[in-house]
């Protein structure tokens, strides 16, 4: 395989795979778009563009956590079976895990397309603004739930949860748009 | 730490967060590079720093086992720690002070050795020779290089490998009789550049403090590891290619050699089995992948959120299988708040659960409380807490405080008021009548803990009026009075305070809520004159009104409205109430004026405790004509 073939599979895969993670859509209880699958196409992409960035290879052991830690998310939804609590603190790891990857993640694929597109282009600045914003909203957001009022909270959670949505479409948009030019550029 | 609960609390709080923190340590280990391993122990530094707040823990609930272990020692004081640091306060008397006493000694004996350990080296630099003209030359070539200041040297015979050692005016100590290495200068010089003395410092300090946990111990070791990892990865981002294979070289040259272990000190050999990290580290530097800055700062700022504040514990184990475990799991959930303290209170009563009432007990009640419920367990009687009367309170009512005050303390009194099912004592309950149970309750800050204080024993108290959250005109209110010749005006108001319980379904939810705030008041004022004279004097008056105002402490009066008008009456959200009556001959001697009620609710977000005013202002207004204005201050009971 060429390595604009590996590239735009990786891409590609990429996006797809911030498709299923990002947006849920769920009937009768069932997610049709289940995050597991999206890690999975995760794996894929790191497989396809390790040799071009190979810092991904250090997420493959985050992404395989990920695929079982969501798989068995939604098995749990599926079968309706009982939550079980959990304390933040043991879930910690996992959350901090996951706030990493997608920042090394987008990272690494912002820096394929630095080298992979014209100067002008404007994807790498976009996805590297979207990193940005995702992991800061995350983290305030984290830490607005330790330490503020409800009554404040309230309110910022909502501009919050608008600000995470809109990056969260726009990566996407990116990622295909970024994909596209990659199958042109071939 | 004043006792050896509180350094037990403290040291296994901490000991938890370690673990947390080894986790997400080893996870970022390829990832993240050595300046941010070494920033993550930052975290723990403030976890053993900040005094472990009562109800709070990290992984571990370790305020249960140290209650058990308390209960078996029958201390039922509450722990808190107030310092993360020992401090004796007076002569032992029992075991765990005998003990507390022993871990003090045991910080002392351990400071005490690095104190001489640290006079031990003075005493050798003090005789010792200032370097040689070439290695001068070498140090300052290496400074110069890469920019690095300088400190005193010395060379000491039969050293090992060089260290720097010193806070305020740091001396690099070298081995006598050899010329360093470039790598081992530049290694040393990045050490003063950063203060890294201060950090083995502060290590040395916290392992005085806990030279008794085992793990602390070995994260300390770790965390000087992380020190020189660190250390090297900044000698490493100044050279290249041969010299940082030079670099490792030098390491391996070392391995073998004994390395000082003194406080306040750094050096580049710390151990062979570091030093074959260290070159692993090495070997992995160009790996770690790049701009990531952001995103460790943000992983540290969420750790320390999480492991400094800690999660607050809010289960009761009520297992009464193990009494032990279960009272010490309600003596680990403090009432954060006077609602919650006053709520958890009623919950007891509710429920007759002597958990519940643990939760909110005072400490000098709580041995006495221990042994009456673990009695009744004992024997399995339920309910498990006598609250007072022999009859069961009515759960889907709920409960309210009544005339909540902040006392001048800064405790609040109130009164508690729920409905029974049926009268106490077998009695067969009579229509139109409603059943109540009264007690007059006080919470007041204890230890961080807000504790409820039964003021008297819970009364029996029949009404006829049914309301219980609304101006019950029969449970007694507060009279605000004043005289002004004949004429006394009072103004009486009865506040209501409760945290609402029950679901639209008529469940009660019953399980304490440790941090609540009230949900909901309500307020209501009558105003009211009393005419002091004959009835031949009463009759010269054919109309009286009242305008009156609460004002509340630390506030200023406010404007009355007027209420010499025919038909104007009325009241506002902050209290003031206005109005007038025309009066018959005949009339008295008591007549009421005006009257009305407010109430707030926020079942979300809690709502602050209104307390009573601490007097009214008042406008009399006889015969439509302003007849003065008057200060009415609180009475007990009646005006008289």
């Given at each position: ?6 590239l ?13 993670v ?5 009937f009768?209880?069932?997610?049709i ?8 196409f995760?794996?894929s ?12 290879r ?11 830690w ?11 079976l ?28 912002a820096s ?11 994807h790498?600045k ?7 914003v ?8 984290t ?5 503020l ?11 919050l ?12 948009i990116i ?10 550029a071939? | 730490m004043l006792?050896l609960w ?6 296994l709080?901490?000991?938890g967060?370690a673990v947390?923190l ?7 280990q390829?990832?993240?590079p ?7 122990w ?20 370790w305020?249960?086992?140290?209650e058990?272990l ?25 075991l ?11 910080v002392?004996?351990?400071?005490a ?8 080296l ?11 003209a ?6 300052a ?10 400190c ?12 720097l ?20 200068l ?14 083995s ?10 030279w008794?946990n085992?793990?602390l ?32 070289r030098?390491?391996l040259?070392?391995?073998?050699d004994?390395f ?8 580049m050999?710390?151990?062979a ?8 580290a ?8 790049s ?16 492991l ?18 279960a ?8 009432c ?10 009623a919950?007891?009563v ?25 009695a009744k367990?004992?024997?399995r ?23 909540l ?21 077998g009695?067969p ?25 039964p ?6 108290f ?10 019950n ?25 409760w ?7 008529g ?8 941090n ?13 004159f009393?005419h002091?004279?004959?009835q ?27 209420a010499?008008?025919s ?32 109430g ?27 007849a ?7 009475q007990?009971?009646d005006?008289q």
């Amino acid at each position: 395989m060429t390595d604009y073939e590996k590239l735009y599979k990786g891409i590609s895969r990429a996006a797809w795979g911030y498709l299923l993670v990002y947006f849920d859509f769920t009937f009768n209880g069932f997610n049709i778009l289940p995050d597991f699958i999206g890690w999975l196409f995760f794996l894929s992409a790191i497989a396809s563009l390790k040799e071009e960035q190979p810092a991904l290879r250090l997420l493959r052991p985050f992404a395989w956590c990920f695929v079982i830690w969501s798989g068995i998310q939604w098995v749990w939804a599926v079968f309706s079976l009982p939550g079980i609590q959990i304390s933040p603190i043991l879930l910690l790891p996992i959350s901090l895990a996951e706030l990493y990857f997608h920042f090394q993640f987008l990272t690494n694929l912002a820096s394929v397309a630095a080298t992979h597109q014209p100067e002008d282009a404007p994807h790498q600045k976009r996805l590297l603004l979207c990193r940005t914003v995702q992991t800061v909203v995350l983290t305030v957001n984290t830490l607005l739930v330790r330490f503020l009022p409800q009554s404040i909270f309230s309110g910022l959670t909502v501009i919050l949860l608008f600000t995470h949505l809109g990056a969260a479409v726009f990566t996407t948009i990116i990622l295909f748009q970024l994909r596209k030019s990659l199958l042109q550029a071939q | 730490m004043l006792s050896l609960w509180a350094f037990l609390l403290q040291t296994l709080t901490a000991s938890g967060a370690a673990v947390i923190l080894l986790v997400i340590k080893r996870l970022f280990q390829d990832k993240l590079p050595p300046r941010w391993q070494f920033a993550a122990w930052g975290i723990l530094a403030l976890v053993l720093l900040y005094p472990t707040a009562t109800g709070r823990y990290t992984l571990i609930n370790w305020q249960i086992p140290v209650e058990v272990l308390k209960g078996f020692c029958k201390d039922y004081t509450f722990t808190r720690v107030y310092f993360p640091f020992p401090v004796l306060t007076a002569f032992p008397s029992t075991l765990p002070q005998w003990l507390f006493t022993g871990y003090i000694l045991g910080v002392l004996w351990t400071a005490a050795g690095y104190i001489l350990a640290n006079c031990k080296l003075r005493r050798i630099l003090r005789s010792s020779d200032a370097p040689d003209a070439q290695t001068a030359d070498r140090i300052a070539q290496v400074a110069k290089i890469y920019g690095l200041k300088t400190c005193q040297t010395v060379t000491v015979d039969g050293l090992p490998s060089a260290f720097l050692w010193g806070i305020f005016r740091p001396v690099l100590v070298l081995p006598a009789g050899t010329v360093p290495d470039e790598k081992v200068l530049l290694h040393e010089l990045l050490h003063l550049k950063n203060r890294d003395t201060l950090w083995s410092l502060l290590v040395c300090l916290l392992r005085c403090i806990h030279w008794c946990n085992p793990f602390l111990m070995h994260c300390a070791d770790l965390c000087l590891n992380d020190l020189e990892a660190r250390c090297d990865q900044r000698v490493l981002e100044r050279l290249d290619g041969d010299d940082r294979r030079d670099y490792g070289r030098a390491l391996l040259a070392m391995a073998n050699d004994g390395f000082p272990k003194v406080p306040a000190s750094t050096g580049m050999h710390n151990g062979a089995k570091q030093i074959s990290h260290r070159i692993e580290a090495i070997s992995r530097f160009k790996q770690y992948p790049s701009g990531m800055g952001l995103v460790s700062v943000c992983v540290l700022l969420i750790l320390a959120a999480y492991l400094v504040t800690g999660m607050q514990s809010n289960t009761i184990y009520q297992n009464y299988r193990n009494f032990a475990l279960a009272s010490a799991s309600a003596r680990s959930i403090p009432c954060t708040t006077a609602a919650a303290a006053f709520d958890t209170y009623a919950m007891a009563v509710l429920e007759q659960n002597g958990l519940y009432r643990i939760m909110c007990a005072s400490v000098l009640d709580q041995e006495e409380l221990h042994s009456q419920v673990a009695a009744k367990v004992a024997q399995r009687v339920t309910p498990n807490w006598d609250w007072g009367l022999d009859s069961w309170p009515n759960k889907t009512s709920g409960y309210s405080i009544y005339n909540l005050r902040e006392t001048r303390d800064g405790g609040y009194e109130g009164l508690f008021v729920c409905r029974l099912n049926y009268p106490p004592d077998g009695k067969p309950a009579e229509e139109g009548k409603m059943y109540l149970a009264l007690q007059k309750l006080r919470a007041e800050e204890e230890e961080g803990r807000w504790v409820t204080i039964p003021l008297e024993d819970m009364q029996l108290f029949i009404a006829t009026d049914q309301s219980l959250y609304r101006n019950n005109s029969e449970i007694p209110a507060i009279h605000y009075c004043g005289t002004q010749g004949l004429l006394q005006a009072e103004a009486i108001l009865q506040t209501v305070h409760w945290v609402n319980r029950v679901s639209q379904e008529g469940y009660c939810d019953t399980t304490p809520r440790p941090n609540t705030d009230f949900t909901h008041n309500y307020c209501h004022s009558d105003l009211q004159f009393t005419h002091l004279g004959t009835q031949k004097q009463r009759d010269t008056i054919t109309r009286l009104g009242m305008s009156a105002a609460p004002v509340y402490p630390g506030a200023e009066p406010q404007a009355l409205p007027p209420a010499n008008g025919s038909y104007i009456s009325g009241g506002n959200s902050t209290g003031t109430e206005w109005g007038g009556t025309d009066l018959q001959p005949g009339w008295g001697p008591s007549v009421l004026v005006a009257g009305g009620g407010t109430g707030v609710g926020d079942e979300y977000n809690g709502i602050p405790i209104k307390g009573l005013a601490e007097y009214y202002i008042a406008d009399l207004y006889v015969n439509r004509e302003l007849a003065g204005t008057l200060t009415l201050y609180p009475q007990e009971g009646d005006c008289q």
